[in-house]
């Protein structure tokens, strides 16, 4: 009953989204990337830039506090006003990195020719470069010179494709189609959080019946189904078996103990890397489809997570959302740095931020009988929220 799988792993250096442009100094990556930022910006895309420099360089003016505290010692320093942000460090680590670039659509890199990260090879004169890259073959998405033809290439890169630097359009599409690629082949599976103790409930959530028919186990796992590839029920070991029974879908017990919520989101990126994960609780009996609809049609791929606003002010709804696949390592940090709360992770970290679509009824949480009664009473009525 317990799923476990290593497919679909995704593998990035600092983005799901990233695409790495390479060439000899002087063969115009720089260019090019400028006129493709203009298609970007047309298009509405929120990109970043990383450039890799194989000199040495400073990012700071000499005389300035923050030469001064860096000179002075300091590992890192971090400057910012109402409208930008810089933060300098000496180390190489690239994780604060990553946080704050995960809020961006993708990522353009000029350089790191040696990583295995999706790539563009732009040519001037010399093909040497080419050459350099045959162990990176597997990567390179397109090579791009000055002439409308190609140059003679060697026989293992005559199949690649190959545009003029001036074909900005076709540059621009065949970026598109990888990264819509990339779209395609990460599937969304379903996880009912489930495995909660229900103590102020008196008895299990999962088996109260708001309606004559079906236990709400069931009814949030038929939510799920239209929107996922495989919906899997998230509980703790003495559950497995019940919940099995219950919905007949395979159960993912918790394999990360004693964290709530997050131990069950955790242990299901644990069963199935790779796997972007649609979360919805099973104590949200008025949630409704026209709400998750809208988180699917409106997820942003590029960030860790989509979740919805909360009714209270400056507080999200992290057990109704959509959680990337690059979530898994950046939760494990934020466990070992004292985090835990859903919450406070995901407000730590680069995520998409919804408005429901209706109203904040669907978020409408059974902890109580009296909350029990409540709600029963209100999806019975004429006007009750209809799954």
């Not at 809020?103 to 001037?124: A, Q, R, S, T, W």
């Not at 038929?222 to 497995?240: D, G, H, M, T, W």
Request: aromatic fraction near 8%.
């Amino acid at each position: 009953m317990t799923s476990h799988g290593p497919e679909f792993l995704i593998q990035h250096e600092f983005h799901n989204f990233e695409i790495a442009f390479c060439g000899h100094s002087g063969s115009g990556k720089t260019t090019l990337i400028e006129k493709l930022a203009q298609n970007w910006i047309i298009l509405g895309y929120n990109f970043a830039y990383i450039k890799h420099d194989a000199h040495s360089f400073e990012m700071d003016t000499a005389g300035k506090d923050t030469y001064r505290i860096n000179q002075a010692g300091a590992s890192a320093v971090f400057i910012s006003n109402s409208k930008q942000s810089a933060y300098l460090s000496n180390t190489t680590s690239t994780f604060p990195l990553k946080l704050a670039l995960s809020c961006h659509d993708f990522v353009v890199i000029e350089g790191y020719k040696n990583l295995p990260i999706p790539k563009i090879v732009v040519l001037n004169q010399s093909t040497d470069v080419i050459h350099e890259l045959e162990s990176s073959k597997a990567q390179i998405l397109c090579i791009v010179g000055t002439s409308l033809k190609p140059p003679p290439l060697p026989q293992w890169a005559v199949e690649i494709p190959y545009l003029n630097r001036d074909q900005i359009n076709n540059i621009s599409d065949l970026i598109d189609r990888h990264f819509q690629h990339i779209n395609a082949t990460t599937p969304l599976y379903g996880l009912v959080l489930a495995g909660g103790k229900s103590k102020r409930m008196g008895m299990d959530k999962a088996q109260l019946m708001y309606t004559e028919s079906l236990n709400q186990l069931e009814i949030t796992s038929n939510l799920l189904k239209p929107y996922c590839q495989n919906v899997f029920i998230s509980a703790r070991n003495e559950q497995e078996h019940l919940y099995h029974e219950m919905a007949k879908l395979d159960v993912i017990s918790d394999s990360f103990l004693n964290f709530g919520p997050v131990g069950g989101i955790l242990s299901a990126m644990r069963a199935h890397p790779g796997a972007a994960w649609m979360v919805l609780a099973v104590d949200l009996p008025l949630m409704d489809n026209d709400t998750l609809e809208h988180l699917v049609e409106s997820r942003g791929r590029g960030h860790y997570a989509t979740v919805y606003q909360s009714s209270h002010a400056h507080f999200i709804e992290p057990l109704c959302g959509i959680y990337e696949p690059k979530c898994y390592k950046a939760f494990l940090n934020l466990l070992g740095s004292g985090i835990q709360c859903p919450t406070s992770m995901l407000k730590s970290l680069g995520v998409k931020i919804l408005t429901p679509p209706n109203s904040i009824l669907p978020f409408s949480n059974a902890n109580t009988p009296q909350d029990f009664s409540t709600l029963k009473d209100q999806l019975r009525s004429p006007h009750g929220s209809a799954h």
